[in-house]
Every structure is written in structure tokens, then in C-alpha cells.
């Protein structure tokens, strides 16, 4: 089969041009999270049916749904993958790409990425194998990594590439979760100036915000740029969490539970992860903060019911069997954490998180919900530095750790307070992190310091009200 030259002087195995023009358009939405990321690439299968990366790139994205229902389609469309590139041959950067395939199919993801990051080392503006290295440094907890990835290829780039704003967005975000954010934002905020509808990065702007804990500028920041935005696919709703943890900080209830019922908890039918994250995880906040959130968690319990054999993310089980547990589906919670169980014996990246985390974070939430504070603080707090090999964003993972703060308030008051005094210096706006610290000091007898702790919070709130 011939070769064809597609954007940025990348090659491809196929006789068909319109086919490296279609894979080209599929990259760009994937990048910015498009609706039409199949359509596009149907297109490229409509153009040439036996183009060998366009076979990769199905197995791909099945493998980004996170399910075991994908997770095997994805096997299957690595062996016509490999069918392919035995047939017509391949360039050394899609034989990465399809090794990259076959890695992820056998659940070793350090492999998977490496073939990535050797694909963006060799063909620095290879875009799709730089977003998914992005992809999994994010699932790995890896910041560093996510910053590395993409300033090592940054002096590769110009500023006239069609796709150098993805590029900066990404780099904004690794910024942001390596905790540099006064690096972050300009690069965040360059990207939305050139593409608005660059949801990617809205949200590294987004998440610098909540770090820095700016919560009125985070809610204008979100909402003035959401006519772009919300052209995207299912991403958009992390986007609305967003804005809606910034609300929760202000103590605006009303307009978080508004936010999830109108947007948030909108297309669960879709059966996407991320809105059951989005979901599982504010509910829990919520409920944390006092609030009586009704019926919500039961169309999150039957989503995650699907799931409770999966074991693609950690990260994502976890949020399914916050639902499972929430909506009252003791059976199927309970088998989704002998799950974990078992699979902390796998020899896969996944498996290894399962044991270094997941497990104990699974007991944790289990104990929490049933009122058992001593077991959480027994089985969180040994882990809590290593929660990050979940994955997920710092922000993400905060509900784990304020799970951690609301049990130690009460079975450990004394270690509540060291807690809850980091939580404090890292967070100086957070109203919820001084009230937990006021009834901390209250327990271990600090009254002085616990009602200056109490005016703290409620000055944070005055201000968000007024």
C-alpha cells in the first residue's frame, strides 16, 4: 500500500489521501472533544475500510469509554489492526501506535504510554499520540509527567499549526496539576483566546481557580465561556461541575443542586465514566456539607450497575461504588469491592493501583456511609499521600480527602485538627475546611482558637453573599 502525507508532514499507510484528510479532522475533534469524533471516524473507514492506523485508532476509542464491555471490542480491533499492518505493512510511528493498541488490550498502561511518548519523541507533533500520553498521565496522578510530555514538544510547534492551541491547553493543565499555576494560566488562557471552544483548556483555567481557591472568579470564568463550550460532547458536564463546586464553596446550594439536575445528571443514559464521576462525587460533597440531595443517587446506581466487574480505572470503580453504596444497592456494591479485592492481585497497572489504593479507599467509603469513622481514618489515612496513583485531578480526588477530614472530625478529633490545619494553609477560602477546623478545636478543648476558626468560615460566606 502506498504512502500518503497528512498534516504536519506525518505519513500513513493508505492509497486514499481523503483518508489521511478525514484521519486529520478525527485528531482535531478528538482533541477538542467533538461531538462527531465517530462520524469523522467513519469517514476515514468510508475512505479507505484497510488503512491500518485508522483501525488503531477504533481500538483507541473504545478503549476511552473505560468499560470492560469496550474494553474487549477493543481486542478485537487490535487483531484487524495487526490483520492489517501484516497485510499492507506500516510506518515505524504506526507500528508504536499499534503496539501502543496492544498494550493497553493486555492492561499494561506504563507500556502503552511509553509507545506514545516514544511516537511524540520521534514525530514531536504526532497530536493524537500526545493526548493520549496526556490522557494516561492523567489516570496515573502523574502531573510532572503531563507538563513534561508537552514542553518537550512545545519548541517543535509553531503558533500557526492549526492545532497549537490544544497544545497549549494540555500544557496549562500539566502546569496546574504539577502546582504551578502561575505558570498555567497564561499558557490556559492564551489557548481560549485563540479557540473558546477549547474546553480542555477552559477547564486548566478552571482547575487553576479552584486551587487558588478564586470561587467568584471560577463561577464568571465558566459560565461567560459557555456558549463555546457547550458545543463539546459529554465533557461539557465536567465543565458544569466545575462551576458547580465553586458555587458549593460559596455556600450556594441552590445553584449546585440546579447545576446537577439540569446539566450535570442530564444524559446518564449516555453511559459515559466521567458523568458518573461528576455525579457520584458532588453528591458526596453535598451530603458532607449537610445538604439532603432526595432520590439523586438512585439514576447513578442503576448506571454503575453495569459496572460493578469493571476494573479499566480504579478511579472511576471507585466513583461507581460511591453510587452503588449511596443508592442503596448493597449487593452489587458489595461485589464491586470484592472485585477490587481480587484484582489487587493482578499483575496490571491497574491491579497494582487496586492494591496500593483502591481498596482501602473502597473500605473507607463503605465505613463512612454506614457511620463507622474509626475504620475510615483506620484505612485512609495510611494511603492518603499515595491517593494520586488513582488518577483523576488533585480536584477530583479532594473528595477522598475530605472524607478523610469529616471521619477524623469525629473518631480522631486530634488528628482532625493537624489535618484540617494543612487544609487551611492550602486552602484559606475554603468556608467548609474552617468549620471542619472549629469543630476539631471545639473537640480538643482549643476554644479560643475554634471561634476564630467558626468566624473564618462564616466571613467567607458573608463575602460569597454579599
Given amino acids: 500500500m ?26 482535531t475533534s478528538y482533541l477538542g472533544f467533538g461531538r462527531d469524533i465517530g462520524d469523522r471516524l467513519k469517514q476515514v473507514f468510508a475512505a479507505d475500510p484497510d488503512m491500518p492506523l485508522a483501525h488503531v485508532a477504533k481500538g483507541y476509542l473504545f478503549k476511552l469509554f473505560g468499560s470492560g464491555a469496550m474494553a474487549e471490542r477493543a481486542k478485537k480491533v487490535l487483531a484487524e489492526a495487526k490483520t492489517r499492518a501484516e497485510t499492507h505493512g506500516v510506518t515505524e510511528r504506526e507500528a508504536l501506535h499499534l503496539a501502543a493498541l496492544e498494550a493497553w488490550c493486555a492492561e499494561d498502561v506504563d507500556r502503552t504510554t511509553a509507545c506514545w511518548e516514544r511516537a511524540v519523541l520521534e514525530y514531536p507533533k504526532d497530536a493524537l499520540a500526545l493526548r493520549l500520553a496526556h490522557f494516561n498521565h492523567f489516570y496515573a496522578g502523574e502531573g510532572r509527567m503531563m507538563r513534561d510530555s508537552t514542553a ?14 490544544f497544545l497549549l491547553g494540555m500544557h496549562a493543565f500539566g502546569l496546574e496539576e504539577a502546582g504551578d499555576y502561575a505558570a498555567a494560566e497564561p499558557f490556559g488562557r492564551e489557548a481560549v483566546e485563540r479557540n473558546p471552544a477549547d474546553a480542555w483548556a477552559v477547564h486548566a483555567v478552571a482547575h487553576i481557580m479552584e486551587m487558588q481557591g478564586r470561587h467568584r472568579e471560577g463561577v464568571d470564568w465558566v459560565a461567560g465561556l459557555e456558549r463555546d463550550w457547550s458545543a463539546t460532547n459529554n465533557f461539557r458536564f465536567h465543565l458544569y461541575w466545575h462551576q458547580a463546586l465553586f458555587h458549593l464553596e460559596r455556600g450556594e446550594i441552590d445553584a449546585v443542586l440546579a447545576l446537577y439536575d439540569r446539566q450535570i445528571a442530564s444524559d446518564l443514559d449516555a453511559d459515559m465514566y466521567l458523568d458518573v464521576c461528576n455525579g457520584a462525587s458532588l453528591l458526596w460533597r453535598l451530603e458532607m456539607y449537610g445538604v439532603d440531595v432526595g432520590d439523586r443517587w438512585k439514576e447513578l446506581a442503576r448506571v454503575s450497575l453495569r459496572h460493578a466487574e469493571d476494573h479499566e480505572l480504579i478511579f472511576v470503580s471507585l466513583h461507581y461504588l460511591m453510587a452503588l453504596i449511596k443508592g442503596g444497592e448493597a449487593q452489587a456494591a458489595a461485589t464491586l469491592a ?25 473500605e473507607a467509603m463503605a465505613a463512612l456511609a454506614r457511620g463507622d469513622a474509626a475504620t475510615v481514618v483506620e484505612a485512609l489515612y495510611p494511603v492518603r499521600y499515595d491517593l494520586y496513583c488513582m488518577g483523576g485531578s488533585h480536584a477530583q480526588r479532594d473528595v477522598f480527602e475530605e472524607m478523610l477530614v469529616t471521619a477524623a472530625v469525629e473518631a480522631d478529633p486530634m488528628l482532625a485538627r493537624a489535618l484540617l490545619a494543612e487544609r487551611t494553609a492550602a486552602k484559606p477560602n475554603s468556608a467548609w475546611s474552617w468549620g471542619k477546623y472549629a469543630a476539631a478545636l471545639k473537640a480538643t478543648g482549643r476554644d479560643q482558637a475554634a471561634d476564630l476558626a467558626q468566624a473564618r468560615a462564616a466571613g467567607l460566606l458573608s463575602a460569597a453573599a454579599g
Fill in 2 to 27: 502506498a504512502l500518503q502525507e497528512g498534516r504536519y508532514g506525518l505519513t500513513y499507510t493508505t492509497a486514499r489521501p481523503e483518508a489521511v484528510e478525514a484521519f486529520d479532522g478525527m485528531v
Fill in 152 to 165: 518537550r514538544v512545545l519548541p517543535d510547534w509553531s503558533k500557526d499549526d492549526p492545532d497549537y492551541g
Fill in 338 to 362: 470484592s472485585h477490587l479485592e481480587s484484582y489487587a492481585n493482578a499483575a496490571t497497572t491497574q491491579g497494582r493501583v487496586a492494591a496500593r489504593v483502591g481498596t482501602a479507599t473502597a
